[in-house]
């Protein structure tokens, strides 16, 4: 079965840090997400990505937060200097139409 | 007011339990609507959709009143392996993409 895959599944870094957080989608997918969920705490939407730019951002998605698909198959997220407030689960979505959504399990990331 | 609202719980049943949560949203421009499931530090996954004259699936029974913008989820036969976070999530399109909402999520906990 098709699945996304997410890229590291945790990372730690220092405050202040840039980290990328890759993710490759399915493969005929056209629609891409990136959501956190800090723990405990609900599932926050960033940024939604199609036909190659950003279609919708939230207000959390601010000048630190930047995506691409550089190669028609790898979706990233760069965070460019990471604040403690960073540290969440960053989950990776993809959809082909208006279907399901399917996840990725998700990069941890903790900034110390 | 949050745009999707649930009962976080816990709901605590006994295993073989009918047990029922309750979402509603703000947005009337919402147009589809779906339950997810979040199993402890997993990504979401897709349960079911939300179709306005209401589904089955299996032990699980979702119904939609829009004039209300209310959505339920209905878990019958409680299994132990029905403990998770159930998450509502509803979709809108616009800025040429399709953009999914999640709530809060309600945590269920079937007991032996």
């Known amino acids: 079965e098709p699945e996304v895959t997410q890229t590291p599944s945790h990372q730690v870094t220092q405050m202040g840090q840039e980290v990328i957080l890759r993710c490759v989608p399915i493969?005929?997918?056209?629609?891409f997400y990136w959501y956190r969920q800090i723990l405990g705490q609900k599932v926050e939407f960033l940024v939604s990505?199609?036909?190659?730019?950003?279609?919708?951002k939230s207000e959390i998605f601010d000048d630190q937060f930047s995506v691409e698909r550089p190669d028609g198959s790898n979706f990233t997220l760069k965070i460019r200097s990471t604040k403690l407030e960073d540290s969440a689960m960053y989950f990776c979505?993809?959809?082909?139409?208006?279907?399901?959504?399917?996840f990725g399990e998700g990069s941890r990331l903790t900034v110390l | 007011r949050k745009e999707v609202e649930q009962d976080p719980g816990p709901f605590n049943v006994p295993e073989g339990a009918t047990v029922a949560f309750n979402c509603t949203y703000s947005?009337?421009?919402?147009?589809?609507f779906f339950w997810y499931r979040q199993d402890c530090r997993k990504e979401p996954k897709l349960l079911m959709s939300?179709?306005?004259s209401g589904n089955e699936d299996g032990r699980f029974t979702a119904q939609l009143n829009r004039a209300s913008q209310y959505i339920s989820l209905l878990i019958r036969d409680s299994k132990l392996s029905d403990s998770a976070t159930y998450l509502c999530?509803?979709?809108?399109?616009?800025?040429?993409?399709?953009?999914?909402?999640f709530g809060t999520g309600t945590r269920l906990k079937v007991l032996a």
């Open positions: 979505a993809s959809m082909f139409r208006a279907g399901e959504l399917f």
């Open positions: 493969s005929n997918h056209l629609y």
């Open positions: 990505f199609y036909n190659n730019e950003i279609s919708e």
């Open positions: 947005n009337s421009a919402s147009q589809s």
């Open positions: 939300v179709y306005s």
């Open positions: 999530v509803v979709r809108r399109s616009g800025s040429g993409t399709y953009k999914y909402i």
